[in-house]
């Protein structure tokens, strides 16, 4: 089964951290570019980072530039989203996606392959 399991949501205060990982199950992450994408409440889901397939590009929205950290392990199958300084406007489930290449930070191309999502709370 191609799936995406992500983890490490949770609540957290304004100004907080949180790690997100991403691990593929069923298929290698090595020849993919890997994207993060968030949706809030009542909101579309939007783009918020990408990773080339070599990890040696990477890209972020404006809203979360210098405070967002895409990285990738391809000997774990693994991508992470390293958040600090986090605001109540990021709260959102965030999911990651496979794809051919990084439209900026979009993700985008096939496989398309989607995660079920992790939860984001950001709040006092």
């Known amino acids: 089964q191609l799936q995406f399991v992500e983890s490490g949501g949770g609540l957290v205060q304004p100004g907080g951290s949180l790690r997100l990982s991403c691990v593929a199950s069923g298929f290698t992450l090595d020849y993919s570019a890997i994207g993060w994408f968030r949706q809030a409440p009542g909101k579309e889901r939007e783009g918020v980072s990408c990773?080339?397939?070599?990890?040696?590009?990477?890209n972020y929205a404006d809203s979360v530039k210098g405070r967002f950290t895409i990285s990738r392990d391809n000997a774990k199958n693994t991508v992470y989203l390293q958040m600090n300084s986090l605001k109540p406007e990021d709260t959102a489930v965030y999911y990651c996606?496979?794809?051919?290449?990084?439209?900026?930070?979009?993700?985008?191309?096939?496989?398309?392959?989607w995660g079920q999502g992790t939860q984001v709370t950001v709040s006092s």
């Open positions: 990773i080339s397939r070599s990890g040696g590009s990477t």
């Open positions: 996606r496979a794809g051919i290449y990084c439209s900026e930070y979009v993700c985008d191309g096939p496989p398309g392959y």
